[in-house]
């Protein structure tokens, strides 16, 4: 089982709310993700970081930020949480791969569920 | 455009049975393919790899096959059990950089019925 834990689990928050999705990992893995998953559609890559100091905006574009001091964790944060924020987030990390192939598993947390009224 | 379409969309059979799920991919340049499982309420879960060279790769009950010339992969579930209940979601990576960029399908809502 992967060694990568996301907190909260479940969350429901009114509008106007600053929310942060916690996500940490002890692989020592350089590469984290932030994905957001609608049912029935395919997951998109919201944010994405190579190593500490190093954060990049995904393909969906997100009213979040995050931010990445330590390896080990990649916080997701909401200033003021809408209910078109409500989703699953999926935080994900990789190792680091250079070059052809890029094998690059993703190791995934459990998923924040986020409902915002 | 690299898209990743999986088919079918939802899928019931009863326990012990087979199934074949399909993905059909337009990512270019290939480098690699993944069949991932997801549980209701988990992440996504790496089942198995295909590179560009392999045909056939088996992992217990899953048997994944891959035809780099018509872009179509298939994840093959023998003697399905309730525990394969489950999204199974194909992610195609491109080589276009060294760190790849991935396409993800919709996935296959499987479910096995006792």
């Known amino acids: 089982e992967a060694d990568i834990y996301q907190t909260p689990r479940y969350l429901v928050i009114g509008t106007g709310k600053k929310i942060t999705l916690e996500c940490s990992q002890t692989?020592?893995?350089?590469?984290m993700y932030w994905y957001q998953q609608d049912p029935g559609m395919e997951l998109h890559l919201i944010h994405y970081?190579?190593?500490?100091?190093?954060?990049e905006k995904g393909d969906l574009s997100s009213e979040s930020t995050v931010s990445r001091i330590r390896t080990e964790h990649f916080p997701l944060t909401l200033e003021s949480a809408r209910p078109s924020h409500t989703s699953q987030y999926l935080c994900a990390s990789s190792e680091r791969t250079g070059g052809f192939p890029n094998t690059g598993e993703l190791f995934f947390g459990e998923g924040s569920r986020l409902t915002v009224l | 455009k690299n898209q990743v379409e999986q088919s079918p969309q939802s899928l019931i059979i009863l326990e012990g049975k087979n199934c074949t799920l399909q993905c059909n991919y337009t990512v270019s340049p290939f480098s690699n393919l993944r069949w991932y499982k997801q549980d209701t309420g988990r992440g996504p879960v790496s089942l198995t790899i295909?590179?560009?060279?392999?045909n056939t790769k088996s992992n217990g009950r899953y048997t994944a096959t891959l035809d780099a010339d018509t872009k179509q992969s298939s994840l093959h579930i023998t003697a399905s059990q309730l525990s394969d209940s489950a999204s199974y979601i194909c992610v195609v990576s491109d080589r276009g950089s060294t760190l790849g960029r991935l396409y993800f399908g919709r996935g296959t809502q499987l479910t096995v019925w006792p």
């Open positions: 970081s190579y190593g500490v100091n190093s954060t």
């Open positions: 295909m590179t560009f060279s392999e």
């Open positions: 692989m020592g893995h350089d590469k």
